[in-house]
């Protein structure tokens, strides 16, 4: 059975880390490894994921690495550098996956000509869940590949994924697609999809993860429907992701 690696990129999480760290370690059957890369916090977020890895089993070894000020798509990137999976999963520190994540995602890589991945994302908090974004998030998976390549939708299958959709892929083809760019501080996920259709198809997975509605509890949800409807077109018609950056606050 082919192993997987996940890859947590963080930056200030110490609000929801360990609840994410508390689910995979629990996953059944377990990941090979969890690799825990920090992007610079100022909060408590590294003192608890390594107290957290100390504390945990050796059947799932969890390393912590730190770097500084670095965006996420960088922090993937060393993640996977160090990765012995053959198997790369990139999961934001506010999801949280089923605990049988391991087994759908080496199933959905079994399938012919598959090389990538992702879930739905079901956004909720601790009082709500976000059906009508949830919705539209994944519509928004077909729709953006739809508009922005529809020959690549037809004729081989693309999907674009996002970062709270726990993205999975091969190891292989990661790297032979260039990894994430590190030149992107937003958008780096769709950009990957958009690069590794080229070497295979990339599969909506029918089961759910849940992200959090941090972002959505402080902008509501008319705004952040605009925000990301706006993004979205303009990063399809070519508008440079830093640019767009301006338009995304990072909210923990």
Same mark, same amino acid.
């Given at each position: 059975m082919p192993q997987v690696s996940i890859i947590v990129p963080m930056l200030n999480e110490a609000t929801v880390i360990q609840r994410t760290l508390k689910h995979l370690s629990i996953l059944d059957p377990? !990941?090979?490894? @969890?690799l825990l890369v920090d992007g610079g916090s100022t909060d408590a977020t590294?003192? @608890?994921?390594?107290?957290?890895?100390?504390?945990?089993?050796p059947s799932t070894p969890m390393t912590v690495m730190?770097?500084?000020?670095?965006?996420?798509? #960088?922090?993937?990137?060393?993640?996977?550098? +160090?990765?012995?999976?053959?198997i790369l999963c990139f999961l934001h520190a506010d999801t949280l996956v089923p605990d049988d994540f391991v087994a759908v995602v080496t199933a959905t890589l079994a399938?012919?000509?598959? @090389?990538?991945?992702? *879930? +739905?994302s079901l956004m909720g908090g601790a009082q709500t869940t976000r059906w009508g974004i949830s919705d539209q998030n994944y519509l928004?998976?077909?729709?953006?590949? #739809?508009?922005?390549?529809?020959? #690549? *939708? *037809?004729?081989?299958g693309l999907r674009v994924l996002f970062g709270d959709q726990? +993205?999975?892929?091969?190891?292989?083809?990661?790297?032979?697609?260039?990894g994430f760019d590190i030149h992107l501080p937003i958008m780096e996920d769709a950009d990957l999809c958009l690069r590794m259709i080229h070497y295979g198809r990339i599969r909506l997975v029918n089961r759910v993860v849940q992200s959090s509605d941090r972002r959505l509890a402080?902008?509501?949800?008319?705004k952040a429907t605009a925000i990301y409807y706006? +993004?979205?077109? #303009?990063? !399809?018609?070519? @508008?440079?992701?830093p640019w767009l950056k301006r338009f995304y606050e990072d909210i923990r």
């Amino acid at each position: 059975m082919p192993q997987v690696s996940i890859i947590v990129p963080m930056l200030n999480e110490a609000t929801v880390i360990q609840r994410t760290l508390k689910h995979l370690s629990i996953l059944d059957p377990p !990941a090979q490894e @969890i690799l825990l890369v920090d992007g610079g916090s100022t909060d408590a977020t590294v003192d @608890i994921a390594q107290q957290y890895a100390a504390s945990e089993s050796p059947s799932t070894p969890m390393t912590v690495m730190t770097l500084v000020n670095c965006g996420r798509a #960088l922090q993937m990137n060393q993640g996977a550098a +160090i990765a012995m999976g053959d198997i790369l999963c990139f999961l934001h520190a506010d999801t949280l996956v089923p605990d049988d994540f391991v087994a759908v995602v080496t199933a959905t890589l079994a399938q012919p000509h598959v @090389i990538c991945g992702g *879930f +739905i994302s079901l956004m909720g908090g601790a009082q709500t869940t976000r059906w009508g974004i949830s919705d539209q998030n994944y519509l928004k998976t077909y729709l953006a590949a #739809l508009f922005c390549r529809p020959h #690549l *939708f *037809f004729c081989k299958g693309l999907r674009v994924l996002f970062g709270d959709q726990a +993205i999975f892929c091969q190891r292989q083809a990661f790297w032979n697609c260039g990894g994430f760019d590190i030149h992107l501080p937003i958008m780096e996920d769709a950009d990957l999809c958009l690069r590794m259709i080229h070497y295979g198809r990339i599969r909506l997975v029918n089961r759910v993860v849940q992200s959090s509605d941090r972002r959505l509890a402080r902008w509501g949800s008319l705004k952040a429907t605009a925000i990301y409807y706006g +993004i979205g077109w #303009l990063w !399809a018609m070519g @508008i440079p992701a830093p640019w767009l950056k301006r338009f995304y606050e990072d909210i923990r």
